[in-house]
């Protein structure tokens, strides 16, 4: 459905407020973030999360380039 957009990642909740506040979306809706106890219990439970519920700042492969590898 093209009315409905994802927003992920650390832009905030004042993105989305903007959004909303000019009139280029009708409504926004923001969640808390999973804690990792929360994580580890679905884990431990062998399920899955659903799609998008889940965020980590950096991803892996950006997290290559940030970080050295060796001294």
Known sequence: DPRIDFVGGIRG???????????DWAVAFWL????VEELMAVADA??????????FEPK???G???HMLHD
């Not at 989305?16 to 506040?21: S, T």
């Not at 808390?32 to 804690?35: E, H, L, V």
């Not at 062998?46 to 965020?55: L, Q």
């Open 13 to 23: 909740t004042q993105q989305l407020a903007a959004l909303v506040d000019s009139g």
């Open 32 to 35: 808390y973030p999973t804690t």
């Open 46 to 55: 062998d399920r899955v999360m659903p799609p998008k519920s889940t965020w």
């Open 60 to 62: 892996l492969r950006d």
């Open 64 to 66: 290559l380039f940030i």
